[in-house]
Every structure is written in C-alpha cells, then in structure tokens.
C-alpha cells in the first residue's frame, strides 16, 4: 500500500515531558509540518496530523525559554499512527519524574504503528523493554550510559538513526530531524523528503548509517595538540600519500608512540581517520551536481573512481551515485544521470 495514496493523514503523537529538549520537539514537528504544506501544493490532502501529547494535558516547560501546550494526554486507547518521543538533559530525572510514559510504551508497542526515540529518549523505550535484542542507537554522550543501564540493547554510539521494525532510535538534536525526514521518504517518498529538506535549508538528508562525528568534531575533542596538528594536516592534505612514520616524525614522536597516541585519542586508527575524512569530503562534495564522480573521487583523496566506490559500499551499502541520488538537493535525478558514462 502506498500511504501517499490515502485519503486520510497519518497521526503523529510528539510526546513531551518536563525539560524535553525544544529542538528535539521543534525540528521534526517542522518537518512533517513541511510535509503537509508541499502536499497542499501538489492538491493532496495532508499526510500528518500532529499534536503534542504527555502523560497530561497542559502546558509543558522545554529546557529553553519555550513551552509546548500538550493538548493530549497519552493513553492506550487512543494510539496514533507515530509516536516520536523526544529526549531530555537530565534524563535519568525525566525518567524518575514521568514513569507513565515508560508504562505508556510498554503497552502502546504491540499495537502502535511506528515508534521513535529522539536523542535520549531511547531511555524510555529501554526502560520499558521494548529495546531488548534490538539495535538502537542515542546521543554519543549517554551512549555508554545507555549500554550500561540496559545491557540488552544493541547500542550503535555511531549512526545517525538506525530502524529496527517499527522502532526509530537517532541521535541527538538534529538528528532528530534527519529522523522525521527519512519517515516522511517512506510514506511518501524521496521526492517530497527532499522537497521538505530543501523548504528547512536542510541541504543534505543524511542516511542513517552516516556517523554522528564529522571528522572537524573529532579534531577539535582531541586534546594533544601535537594530534590536533596532524588531524589537521590530514584533513588539508587529503591526496598525499604518507606513511604512518613520515606523520610520526611530523609529530616528533616514535612510530609505535604516535600510533598508540592517536588511537588513544581519536579513537580509531590513522588509516581509518584518513579513510572517514575522505569519506566525509566525498559526501560534501557529492552536493555539488557539477562535479562528476571522476572529480569527487579526486578532491576527496581517492586513489581513483572505484576506491571511492569501495568506500561507500563498506561504509553505507551504496556506491557513490546512489547516495548523491538519495541525498543531494531535489532536481538530483536529472542531474545525476548527466553524469554517467
């Protein structure tokens, strides 16, 4: 059945709580809002009805300035189409402080539709069981915290969102929105998520399996500045070839010292942190429609076309065509095919 055919729209519950993080509510709210507005373009009837839900109705403080007035109070009579659970700071409190929510899941999950967990709202679903055997991923910050709590759950501390069903994890903040824009490509297809994702300057929908870590972030969390400095001259440098001891002497360290240094510290090794800022650069590059493959590969420090292929079949299952074809902004299709052989 193709949703985008109903006549009727899908109900979205956003479920809050005292101190939910606003973004997490706001962004994919937006989206599905979004979504509604380029159906009404098309002459199509909407396809979400959202509303904020909690364990009452009322006003509900976020961890910023702005509240949000639930107008539905959660309950198992009543189960949506989505539920999408947004996460919270302090997390171990809002679990403490609204246990009707951990209730909430344990019953609504034989039956609801789909059911998402932004950031660490994943704690609700763990808590209630529901994540048991199942991979899912939370923010990276309570990643560790995540597996310790609930030694069932399989934690992905890297992905983006990650589905496993009808159960959504993703990370934090606008991951969220990543999220909502890969629900909507599923009840409506890739054209309207990318419409979505150009109307909110989301230029780039990222697929789940894309890292939380962009190769500058994990620079910038490395504390040795002599790291730091290679980190940089790799990500400057991204087409030389250079062995791991032409970097240690740059670094005025012996081979076997550098090596267990930067492991230590960007935790993984040189040749995987050159490999992921190539990747990185490629998919950046991958934006622009002008360049063909041949040239991303180049620029992004590729041996060649089907090194870079390679890469992106280890890392997402697609080559390079696809993911620009998936991911770039809308009018990729046309484009794209100008750019093959």
Known sequence: MNPALSLVGKTIDIVVYPGFKAMEAVGPMSVFEYANLHLQRRGQPPGYDVRIASDRIGMVQSDTLMALQATKALNTLSLPDIAVIVGARDIHGALSESPDIVEWVGSAMPRIGRLAALCSGAFFLAAAGVLDGKRATTHWSVAERLQADFPAVDVDVDAIFVQTGKLWTSAGVTAGIDLALALVEEDFGRELALEVATEMVVYLKRPGGQSQFSTHLLSER?????????????????????????????????????????????????????????????????????????????????????????????????????????????????LAKADQP
């Open 222 to 334: 490395t504390t040795r500045p002599s790291i730091r400095d290679i980190q940089t001259w790799i990500m400057a440098n991204l087409g030389a070839r250079v062995s791991v001891s032409e970097l240690a002497r740059m670094a005025k360290m012996s081979d076997r010292h550098f090596a267990r240094i930067f492991q230590q510290e960007v935790r993984m090794s040189v040749q995987e942190f050159v490999e992921a800022c190539r990747f990185e650069r490629a998919t950046q590059l991958l934006a622009d429609l002008r360049l063909p493959l041949k040239s991303v590969s180049v620029r992004a420090g590729f041996s060649d076309e089907a090194h870079m292929r390679r890469i992106f079949q280890k890392r997402l299952g697609i080559t390079p065509r696809l993911y620009r074809e998936r991911f770039a902004t809308t009018g990729v299709e046309r």
